[in-house]
């Protein structure tokens, strides 16, 4: 599949019209004195390109710019962490008025109506994720609960997007945009395996193919639709035998074999009589480093008593995973789907690093939303 462009990004203002083959945006951040503020492009290939800053004055007021394209791009306004999401497709001028240090959820903006929806559904995104949170945190829940609780809530949330806003009008840079929205690193829109959000990028992909003809993130959306419906129409035969029934009747968990760093396949419910962290992680991701430091120190201090770590590498490069996990103790095995992996659909992993505690006979315990205290647990269950 070519590179998927996860777009939940985006900077800040357009509108109006002019003569110079720029757009521009203005406005004013309120409570930002002394901030550098950031006119930022995110390329189809993902990367970020600084088109123009500002350092903001007392009353916060600002006017950046950036040339004008001929079809929709994606641009963000951007101070520290704190993110407005944008598209521009002219020389027109965008107003945007926010307050530091909450932004990205408190801001107006005027002058293209399309910024207007992509504003609705960065907030509805926002709420999203906190409601999932706070489900994940509910210590009454057990696992399988948990995991219903939160596909219901990304099955509402995208219902809601599709009806509201791609299918009303596809052609619009904010359908483009609410295909690409995520949890943590991981697309709401699945336009692998799922039938109905790949209509959807298809109803995308044609809109784009008819107004925006030739425009390089059109073809990108057009190539994507075509590889999710190849993929799920060579699936179809095979989906009502991917879980073995025996593996569900001899174990609480699904089973998952996948090959370690060694060349060895390794099956997690071979470690059944030990306590088990089924980890996903990616090396490449913010943090990696630190994390595997206090993975290292918990591994160390409780292995001898019966725990284990079964770590699924989610990184594309293999090699790079291989030489980050060449040193580490435990069961390091990897998968080359990445972030499209089957595995994190099978276990509802919304966000990465993430894990799941499974006890000794094989049974999922709790993930990590409901742990807050990982050793007292593992005291627990050694």
């Given at each position: 599949m070519k590179k998927i462009f996860i777009c939940a990004l985006l900077g800040a203002a357009l509108a109006g019209c002019d003569n110079s083959g720029k757009f521009h945006v203005e406005g004013a951040i309120t409570n930002a004195k002394d901030s550098v503020l950031y006119l930022e492009n995110m390329t189809l290939d993902g990367d970020l390109v600084k088109l123009d800053s500002t350092k903001?004055?007392?009353?916060?007021?600002?006017?950046?710019?950036?040339?004008?394209?001929?079809?929709?791009?994606?641009?963000?306004l951007r101070i520290a962490d704190q993110i407005v999401n944008i598209a521009i497709d002219s020389s027109e001028t965008i107003t945007v008025n926010a307050e530091y240090p909450n932004m990205a959820a408190n801001y107006k903006i005027e002058g293209n109506e399309d910024c207007k929806k992509i504003r609705e559904l960065t907030l509805m995104q926002m709420n999203l994720i906190k409601e999932m949170q706070q489900v994940a945190k509910d210590e009454?829940?057990?696992?399988?609960?948990?995991?219903?609780?939160?596909?219901?809530?990304?099955?509402?949330?995208?219902?809601?997007?599709?009806?509201?806003?791609?299918?009303?009008?596809?052609?619009?840079?904010?359908?483009?945009?609410?295909?690409?929205?995520?949890?943590?690193?991981?697309?709401?829109?699945?336009?692998?395996?799922?039938?109905?959000?790949?209509?959807?990028?298809?109803?995308?992909?044609?809109?784009?193919?008819?107004?925006?003809?030739?425009?390089?993130?059109?073809?990108?959306?057009?190539?994507?639709?075509?590889?999710?419906?190849?993929?799920?129409?060579?699936?179809?035969?095979?989906n009502q035998v991917q879980v073995d029934p025996s593996v569900v009747n001899t174990a609480d968990i699904i089973d998952i074999q996948l090959t370690d760093n060694k060349g060895q396949l390794r099956k997690l419910t071979d470690l059944k009589g030990k306590v088990v962290m089924l980890d996903f992680h990616l090396f490449s991701g913010e943090g990696s480093m630190e994390r595997i430091m206090q993975l290292r120190d918990i591994y160390n201090k409780y292995h001898d008593r019966g725990f284990e770590v079964y770590q699924i590498g989610l990184d594309a490069d293999e090699h790079f995973w291989k030489v980050k996990t060449s040193e580490?103790?435990?069961?390091?095995?990897?998968?080359?789907?990445?972030?499209?992996?089957?595995?994190?659909?099978?276990?509802?992993?919304?966000?990465?690093?993430?894990?799941?505690?499974?006890?000794?006979?094989?049974s999922l315990y709790k993930r990590d939303a409901q742990i807050e205290d990982l050793e007292k647990e593992l005291e627990s269950l050694l």
């Open positions: 903001l004055g007392e009353s916060g007021t600002f006017s950046l710019a950036g040339p004008a394209g001929t079809a929709p791009e994606f641009y963000r009454t829940m057990n696992v399988d609960n948990t995991n219903d609780s939160i596909m219901r809530m990304i099955d509402r949330y995208k219902q809601k997007v599709r009806t509201e806003y791609i299918y009303k009008n596809p052609a619009a840079a904010s359908s483009y945009f609410a295909l690409f929205q995520t949890v943590g690193n991981q697309l709401i829109f699945n336009p692998r395996s799922d039938k109905e959000d790949i209509r959807a990028f298809a109803a995308v992909a044609t809109s784009w193919d008819t107004f925006h003809k030739g425009s390089l993130r059109g073809e990108n959306l057009h190539n994507i639709a075509i590889e999710g419906m190849k993929n799920t129409r060579f699936q179809e035969g095979k580490l103790p435990w069961i390091c095995v990897h998968d080359g789907d990445g972030m499209n992996s089957k595995w994190l659909a099978t276990y509802n992993v919304q966000y990465v690093p993430a894990y799941f505690i499974i006890k000794k006979d094989n």
